[in-house]
């Protein structure tokens, strides 16, 4: 009996590397999706109450305020606020001036993309993640003092972001 | 004739791609995001009224030409020195009695305060105000616009305790 010459047999690994760089992909998207919106070092308090994304809010400016109520800015926001102010190296507006400019900034851009009509409000809405040791404040400082700006730039829709828990933790 | 074993030797010649090293690699790439993925919590909103500002760009709403005017309640909360919930009290704003009237310093105190005085309301519209402690820290503040909305209220407005400070 005389064997036939020995043949080599392999699996196919090109379908697993397709599906293997496909997962690659996912989690290199996951990770890097609204990462600028979502500052990880905001400690956001919990509520019941709180209501997922309205998917007719298509336009939303996030405001990031640490524990001593300065807003955090990240990405394009801070690079256009370097260049209009020439300052804060540390990327954060730390008075209610510097909110209160940053919020007619945002206000006018979007006055210009709605096409200049002053007569309709803004149409993107603000929410405001803020840490959950923030104190409350007044108008100079604190989240009433964000807000205030808000309002005083001309934003009437102001949303406050918190985790969405089932139950209401304990009194 | 080496010419023709030289050619016969180059048309044998297969070319290979290794692919097992590039998986490899990709493995290594999955390890590394697979591990530092870090999902975040569902987040969500609660939508507040923002005290109306002298002088802001866009008009006041459209006012309301309706008969009922709204009843305001009015939710005085003190904070104690740590940035928790003090002292509470409620009255009834524009109202011919607006003495506040103390209640149970707790959050499910205030919701049943407010659920009473919603149905005494029977179905009228209402509003909340509350003017909070400078140092209450914004859990707290959170907590009680979340008891403002599980009471019913959409309109709810956080603004300093002293009128001086808005």
Redesign the interface.
Known sequence: MSHGASERCEPNLIPMLDLVLQLVMFFMVVSNFVMEQVNQTIQLPQAVSAKPLDKKDDYIIFLNVNKDGHVLLSGLDAQRNDAQVGEDKDKNLTNRVQILNHMKRLYEEDIRAAGGDRSKPPRSTVILRVDKATPFGDADKGVYAVMKACRAAGYERVQIRAIIHSAAPAS | MSHKRGRQEAEAVEPDLP??P??DM??Q??AF??F??QP?????????A????E?????S?VPDISNDKPETFVIRVE?TEQ?QLGGMSIYVKDAADQKPQPIPP???GMLAELKKRTAELKGKPSKLTLE????????S???L??VG??AGFTDIA???V?PK??
């Open positions: 692919i097992t590039m998986l990709s493995f790439l999955l995001f697979v530092t993925f975040a919590p569902t987040e969500g909103q609660l939508a507040m923002l005290p109306k500002e002088g802001s760009p866009t008009a709403s904070a940035g707790s959050y499910d909070i402690g400078s140092g209450l820290v914004q859990e503040v959170i907590r616009l979340d909305q599980q956080p603004v300093p002293d400070k808005r």
